[in-house]
Each structure stands twice: as C-alpha cells, then as structure tokens.
Nanobody, 119 residues
C-alpha cells in the first residue's frame, strides 16, 4: 500500500522561498526515483524535479537554478527547496515515484500541498 504526505506549502510573495517536504512509505521510496510534480489551475500535471535512488537530480527548465530537490533515504523523505518563487509557480505540488505509482490499477497521488505566489 502506498502513502505519500506532502507539506510545507503556503502563500509567499514573489522572490520568496518555501521548502516542501514529502514523507513516503518505505516500499514506495526505497527502490524508486522520486519526483516533485505540480499542477496549476487549468493545466496538466508536470514533473518539475527528479532525484534518483543514488541522488542524481534533474529539473524542468522552468525551475532550473531556483529549485533544489533532495532525498533522505534513512527517513524516506524527499524535499523541494524553492527559491525566487514567481507567480507562475503557483500550483498544487505533489511528490510521487517516477513514473507515478499505480496501486490496484489506479494512479495513486497524495493530497498535495498548495503553493501560492502573490503580492
């Protein structure tokens, strides 16, 4: 059974920072690349940051240089440090495996955490 719990979102002014954290069940986390995804209103969900099981990272062009993903294999957590946030970063942020976990034939997602960037 999967478990993903995201936290750390909130309202921030342009140029500000937030740190998101995700706790994943060991069975999901241990053997999978992990990613942070986001879904803005009216848009498709997109992968913005990825960390492999051996901690290699990659980023969408839109966040490169501003976001940093990291994982703690001992705690089964994956974090996303977001700096210089802009209004276009406003979205619900989700963590998940890459590709996203499927449980009982259905895509599994946590509840996500809302990030709003506004002055």
């Amino acid at each position: 059974q999967g478990q993903l719990v995201e936290r750390g979102g909130g309202l921030v002014q342009p140029g500000g920072s937030l740190r998101l954290s995700c706790a994943a069940s060991g069975s999901m986390f241990r053997f999978n690349d992990m990613g942070w995804y986001r879904q803005a209103p009216g848009k498709e969900r997109e992968l913005v940051a990825r960390v492999t099981t051996n901690r290699r990272t990659s980023y969408a062009d839109s966040v490169k240089g501003r976001f940093t993903i990291s994982r703690d294999n001992a705690k089964n957590t994956v974090d996303l440090q977001m700096n210089n946030l802009q209004p276009d970063d406003t979205a619900v942020y989700y963590c998940n495996t890459i590709p996203p976990m499927v449980i009982n034939g259905r895509p599994y997602w946590g509840q996500g955490t809302q990030v709003t960037v506004s002055s």
